[in-house]
């Protein structure tokens, strides 16, 4: 349940509220908004049945949430968030773009990378150290050496980095070197991994899982959150349909559910979500026009030699194509690249 108080209720108004919830067993959580501050009740359903709140002074009106999730959820919290991260704005009027390589392989190939896609606008260098493969002949990654490059490439670029991690018992290491852990499809339900990341000081992008529902990524979101950390990005990024040409089915339809769902940023991955290079200009595209709030764009140098994800990557002279026609749409959309 929700309280939602008056634009008129006074401090005394809300220790009121929060006191008699607490004294049931029940605990509270604030959000604060420009217009109104409204309550979150959490704890046992029976007992929240039980709770008789609209009477009281102050209180506008009490809202029932039929889904399980809360705190990430646009009923709780009215206004978009906006999650800084090291400086950089997600969210609201602002257009992110994430770019850099499947994995990362050398240094020269993350140098090229990251100078490319600075030149052309994009404010996060991505690029995995820690690689979920199918099969595990394939490339693993090059774990904290590979964190390492990513940080200088993105230093020497004025990027920030996002990465993916994999195992909980990684935090410390990753958050030395990223300022954001990428859960990815793999583990969007490995909820140890979620709720260490709940204690965690640096943002999340929580990719949805390969067969995931929106609900379910949801909630996912909310193990973050309840943990405390409620820095969290959301990342479509293809859901598994019976279709074969592409790699995923990027479900854009998830940008406008969340919108209405969430208060949360939303991000696109047009690069996982068709597996194809030449669909993933007009998919940003698209996915701008949807309402998203940024997009991560797999890039190389040189693809035909990527380690992982080759046929997907754009070449930085694509990528600078995807650039100047992904920043005339934002402008449409009202949001700065
Ligand atoms: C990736 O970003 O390289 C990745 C493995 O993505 P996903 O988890 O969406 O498959
Ligand atoms: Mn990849």
Known sequence: MIIVMKPTSTKEDLARVTQKIESVGL????????????????????????????????????VRITEKYKLVSREFHPEDSVIDVAGVPIGGKNLVVMAGPCSVESTEQLEEAAEAVAKCGAKFLRGGAFKPRTSPYDFQGLAEQGLKMLRTAADHNGLKVVTEIVDKDDIDLIGTYADIYQVGARNMQNFQLLKALGKAKKPVMLKRGLSATISEWLNAAEYIAAGGNENIILCERGIRTYETFTRNTLDLS????????????????????????????????????????????????????????????????????????????GALMGKTL
């Open 254 to 329: 998830a940008v406008a559910a969340v919108k209405e769902l969430s208060h949360l940023p939303i991000v696109v991955d047009p690069s996982h979500g068709t597996g194809r290079w030449e669909m993933v200009r007009p998919m940003a595209r698209a996915a701008v026009a949807a309402g998203c709030d940024g997009l991560i764009i797999e890039v190389h140098p040189h693809p035909e030699v990527a380690l992982s994800d080759g046929d997907q990557s754009l070449t930085p002279k694509n990528f600078k194509a995807l650039m100047e026609e992904v920043r005339q749409f």
């Open 27 to 62: 605990s509270t959580h604030l959000s604060v908004g420009k217009e109104r501050t409204i309550v979150g009740v959490i704890g046992d359903k029976k007992i929240i049945a039980n709770l008789e709140m609209n009477m009281m002074p102050g209180v506008e009106k009490t």
